[in-house]
């Protein structure tokens, strides 16, 4: 019930302006946001990646609406590449980029937003890493998607996101299941309108494990990602009718959520990757994740509340 409305204000810039301007305890958006800065990231990348974890960073923002700022983004993927590679941690840590955070957004945003990504993805394989294009609200699933197209001619090692909830979305795994492609599996995470996705949550279960039955099937690198102890388990019965090992997909899930879970996966021999945001923009991310959890959200409101 409290999904919408919280989606609503991940939008709004008056309440972003008014929350991010009370000193929220760090504990509260530390939970899910682990780090400010390229240095807190790095840290905890690397205490991840001694648990036996692998790790995707991503750098907070989005929705960018000044070159400068999508300049200043692109700078700071640099910087964090370059960091990860000095400490030796490039073997298990990849970057996930939001396009709209590099442009995507601005008047000729898909060109603006292709150049930027090149560049992180130029960075990244000069590093011995890889890039995952993270996937925003409906409104860009094309856009995103032309641009994942693009790049991977270039640097096929680019990896994209799906979107479970959006009636297209079977069909895009489809599309992208063949050889060397590598796809991450969500939910979805934005408030969509009924025609163009499901709201109810058994149809988004039942779109998920389709999806996964595709991608499994197929000869790409599957990425799956849910905290769903059910979705789990059923990945890991299709992967094994088809003869996957370990090596042949991986498990993701968010920082600071079933952390329990993310380690017994790993010690049971699964590939564990861990997204790791980071920056000073939090309040989309935190929004979002409040809204798939209610009772997260009265734990906010309280330590607000208490200041
Ligand atoms: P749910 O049915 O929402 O949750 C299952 C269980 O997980 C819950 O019962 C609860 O125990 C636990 N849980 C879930 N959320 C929380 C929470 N916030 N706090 C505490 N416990 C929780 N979405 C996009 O739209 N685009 C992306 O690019 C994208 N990238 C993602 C990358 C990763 C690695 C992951 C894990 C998710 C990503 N998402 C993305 C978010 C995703 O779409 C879902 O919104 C989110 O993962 C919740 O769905 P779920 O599959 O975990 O299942």
């Given at each position: 019930?409290?999904?919408?409305?919280?989606?609503?204000?991940?939008?709004?810039?008056?309440?972003?302006?008014?929350?991010?301007?009370?000193?929220?305890?760090?504990?509260?958006?530390?939970?899910y946001?682990?780090?400010?800065?390229?240095?807190?990231?790095?840290?905890?990348?690397?205490?991840?990646?001694?648990?036996?974890?692998?790790?995707?960073?991503?750098?907070?923002?989005?929705?960018?609406?000044?070159?400068?700022?999508?300049?200043?983004?692109?700078?700071?993927?640099?910087?964090?590449?370059?960091?990860?590679?000095?400490?030796?941690?490039?073997?298990?840590?990849?970057?996930?980029?939001?396009?709209?955070?590099?442009?995507?957004?601005?008047?000729?945003?898909?060109?603006?937003?292709?150049?930027?990504?090149?560049?992180?993805?130029?960075?990244?394989?000069?590093?011995?890493?890889?890039?995952?294009?993270?996937?925003?609200?409906?409104?860009?699933?094309?856009?995103?998607?032309?641009?994942l197209?693009?790049?991977?001619?270039?640097?096929?090692?680019?990896?994209?996101?799906?979107?479970a909830?959006?009636?297209?979305?079977?069909?895009?795994?489809?599309?992208?299941?063949?050889?060397?492609?590598?796809?991450?599996?969500?939910?979805?995470?934005?408030?969509?309108p009924?025609?163009?996705?499901?709201?109810?949550?058994?149809?988004?279960?039942?779109?998920?494990?389709?999806?996964?039955?595709?991608?499994?099937?197929?000869?790409?690198?599957?990425?799956?990602?849910?905290?769903?102890?059910?979705?789990?388990?059923?990945?890991?019965?299709?992967?094994?009718d088809?003869?996957?090992?370990?090596?042949?997909?991986?498990?993701?899930?968010?920082?600071?959520?079933?952390?329990?879970?993310?380690?017994?996966?790993?010690?049971?021999?699964?590939?564990v990757?861990?997204?790791?945001?980071?920056?000073?923009?939090?309040?989309?991310?935190?929004?979002?994740?409040?809204?798939?959890?209610?009772?997260?959200?009265?734990f906010?409101?309280?330590?607000?509340?208490?200041?």
């Open positions: 019930m409290l999904r919408q409305p919280m989606l609503l204000l991940a939008k709004s810039q008056a309440v972003k302006r008014l929350v991010t301007t009370v000193p929220v305890t760090r504990a509260v958006v530390a939970r946001v682990p780090g400010e800065n390229t240095e807190e990231a790095v840290e905890t990348a690397a205490a991840l990646i001694a648990e036996g974890m692998n790790v995707s960073l991503d750098f907070l923002g989005e929705d960018t609406l000044q070159e400068a700022q999508a300049d200043a983004t692109v700078a700071e993927y640099l910087r964090l590449l370059h960091a990860l590679a000095g400490r030796g941690l490039t073997a298990s840590a990849e970057v996930s980029v939001k396009l709209t955070a590099i442009g995507l957004r601005l008047p000729n945003g898909d060109k603006i937003a292709l150049e930027n990504a090149r560049t992180i993805c130029q960075a990244a394989r000069d590093v011995g890493t890889d890039v995952t294009i993270d996937m925003e609200d409906h409104t860009v699933t094309d856009a995103t998607l032309d641009v197209h693009e790049l991977r001619r270039e640097f096929p090692e680019t990896g994209g996101v799906l979107q909830y959006l009636h297209r979305t079977e069909q895009d795994c489809h599309d992208l299941a063949g050889t060397g492609s590598r796809i991450r599996l969500c939910k979805g995470a934005y408030d969509e009924a025609d163009v996705a499901w709201r109810d949550r058994h149809e988004i279960d039942l779109s998920y494990v389709r999806c996964l039955k595709v991608l499994l099937a197929g000869d790409g690198y599957p990425m799956i990602a849910s905290h769903d102890p059910r979705m789990i388990a059923i990945a890991q019965r299709i992967a094994d088809h003869g996957r090992g370990p090596g042949g997909h991986e498990f993701q899930m968010l920082y600071g959520i079933r952390p329990e879970e993310q380690r017994r996966l790993a010690a049971a021999g699964e590939s990757r861990v997204y790791l945001p980071y920056g000073q923009e939090w309040w989309g991310y935190l929004t979002r994740r409040l809204a798939e959890r209610p009772a997260n959200l009265s906010f409101v309280r330590s607000l509340m208490s200041r």
